[in-house]
């Protein structure tokens, strides 16, 4: 019995409805939630150590995120359209092994919620917050294929990033 894909696909026809609708993963494929992971028990570096950090980042060698990048970020974290205007997130340059894609920030958002089993309020608020963290970099899953990174990738934001000072 063969069945009408065209009936039961409405991911297909809203994609046809809306072509300026970024792609994004369905957010109901994510994980149950890491409860143990509070944003007020995460460490902050002295603004001095992310004050280096940062003068020893090079642009050259990520991906920005672009207004369509920071848009599928808006939609996976559930907030506002516009709320990351002003916001600078960096992935290290990185296409997926499998389909080809280029590693943008909102794989990075993706692979937090799906695999580190962040909750949106955490990475919101590690995001955005006040706080400066330094972590380690990570591998990166691609939102097209589900793909893993073959090499951890370093990050950057304007408060929140990696690596070793030599490697960005």
Do not use: Q, W
């Not at 060698?61 to 516009?82: A, H, Q, W």
């Not at 997130?89 to 962040?118: I, P, Q």
């Amino acid at each position: 019995m063969t069945e009408d894909k065209s009936a039961n696909d409405s991911s297909t026809n809203e994609k046809a409805v809306d072509s300026n609708k970024p792609n994004i993963p369905s957010i109901s494929s994510y994980g149950k939630k890491n409860k143990s992971l509070d944003y007020d028990k995460v460490s902050t570096v002295l603004p001095e150590e992310f004050a280096l950090l940062l003068s020893n980042f090079r642009a050259d060698r990520f991906t920005k995120s672009d207004v369509f990048d920071l848009k599928k970020i808006e939609l996976m974290l559930d907030l506002r359209p516009g709320i990351l205007n002003n916001e600078e997130f960096y992935l290290e340059l990185h296409d997926c092994g499998n389909c080809g894609k280029r590693l943008e920030f909102s794989d990075f958002v993706y692979t937090a919620m799906k695999y580190g089993n962040h909750s949106r309020s955490f990475i919101v608020h590690t995001l955005l917050g006040n706080k400066l963290i330094r972590n380690e970099h990570r591998t990166i899953s691609c939102t097209n294929c589900n793909t893993v990174s073959d090499k951890p990738l370093n990050y950057m934001t304007n408060g929140y990033g990696c690596c070793n000072l030599g490697n960005i």
